[in-house]
């Protein structure tokens, strides 16, 4: 079964910088989409960052393109969403996905993998 861990959240002021990390076990190496979603309390997910890989194509929302990036560290079954220049808007509860076969997919319905998020706050 596939296991997503996500870590990396936390306060951090308007122009900040963070780095989230996903931890992902459970599967036999393919082709895999993996992607970055946000909530807002009382707002809609929403789709942030997505990459395929193993050739690691990357698509981003428009809120986010220039200041967040997302990667991967193939030896530690690891993906990563650097984000920078933080907005308070940026605040949310932030989800890692996953799913076998290529997506490139910022639409929540296209996973089937979840991970139970991390909290990342932006102040102003």
């Known amino acids: 079964q596939v296991q997503l861990v996500e870590s990396g959240g936390g306060s951090v002021q308007a122009g900040g910088s963070l780095r989230l990390s996903c931890a992902t076990s459970?599967?036999?190496?393919?082709?895999?989409?993996m992607a970055w979603f946000r909530q807002a309390p009382g707002k809609e997910r929403e789709g942030v960052a997505t990459?395929?890989?193993?050739?690691?194509?990357?698509y981003y929302a428009d809120s986010v393109k220039g200041r967040f990036a997302i990667s991967q560290d193939n030896a530690k079954n690891t993906v990563y969403l650097q984000m920078n220049s933080l907005k308070p808007e940026d605040s949310a509860v932030y989800y890692c996905?996953?799913?076998?076969?290529?997506?490139?997919?910022?639409?929540?319905?296209?996973?089937?993998?979840w991970g139970q998020g991390t909290q990342v706050t932006v102040s102003s």
């Open positions: 996905a996953a799913r076998l076969g290529v997506a490139w997919s910022l639409q929540e319905i296209d996973y089937n993998y």
């Open positions: 459970g599967y036999t190496r393919g082709t895999t989409s």
């Open positions: 990459m395929s890989t193993p050739v690691g194509h990357t």
